[in-house]
């Protein structure tokens, strides 16, 4: 009986300091997932792992590829999600991602996967360049409805086109390499510098062309697929097109920052899962996982039109390509806020 009255106030006392005990670990992760995706993956994640918690640290995939690098000898994120291929195999180059293998990575498809030895990134969906045009503002200015790159170069255009800058958006670094892939290195270049003619100006947000289009801002955004998508569900008067020479992508990734956390180890292991693939597949109609991927209502047929892209060569020559293209043509991007 004596030992009774003692355990009970000792159990009590564990029952209070339990939630003090075992609170929530807090996971830093960088990524450059569009705003409206966050809180959905944050609320899937921490409805499966209720002992970790999700601290956003988020830009554009230019912005946050240079903040990582800045932070390369003091890493500050646990794990980065969300960030485009060709800038993943430059953290890995420069030591920042680390080798990790997450549970499922079976089920992935191996061109979504880092191709090179100690794989350390691991894609998550593709995401895609489109050209959002407003089929009202095109109207009334008497413009024609381009089909090809090469249609983007006629003088009628001209001051009507908006395209993300290469070097704050990864959306634009996407599709300035997919010209020059494709075209070779001469070629893209002289391509760029006439289309250039009929650019308004260039954002810092891989989005914003096409939002600006459906605005009326301008007629053409060249811009993210899935921006387009989500702004014709809404009503906007665009049309998507994907120009007939096929168009860059990029597998949008997860890689491990922090070996040392656990916590960090399960999200990674988490983001490439059936629960989280079934998530992306509401934004994007090719996720990592080929049995999850499902069309999007006005989302085109991009798996048509995916133009070959080397992400290892995107990201060694990207500090060249980068400086190259702000000396012929940053004179025409916004400011930045």
Known sequence: MKNRWILAPLAAIAALSTPHAFAAEQLTVYSAFETDMLAKFKQGFEQANPDITIKWVRDSTGIMTAKLLAEKDAPRADVVWGLAGSSMALLKDNGILKAYTPKGIESIRPNLIDPQPNKAWFGNDAFFIAVCYNEVVAKQLGLEKPTSWQDLLKPQYQGHIAMPNPASSGTGYMQVSAWLQSMGDKAGWAYMTELDKNIDHYTHSGS????????????????????????????????????????????????????????????????????????????????????????????????????????????????AILKLWSQKFDSKSEPKS
């Open 208 to 319: 914003k062309p096409c939002v600006q289009a459906a605005q009326g801002e301008v007629a053409i955004g060249i811009s993210m697929a899935i921006r387009g998508a989500t702004l014709k569900n809404q009503g906007a008067p665009i049309d998507i097109i994907m120009p007939k020479e096929g168009v860059g992508w990029e597998a949008e990734a997860v890689g491990l920052v922090n070996t040392q956390s656990d916590a960090a180890k399960r999200l990674v292991d988490w983001s490439v899962s059936t629960d989280a693939n079934k998530l992306y597949n509401q934004f994007y109609p090719v996720v990592g996982i080929k049995s999850e991927s499902h069309p999007i209502a006005n989302y085109p047929n991009v798996e048509q039109a995916m133009a070959n892209m080397d992400f290892s060569k995107m990201a060694s020559n990207r500090t």
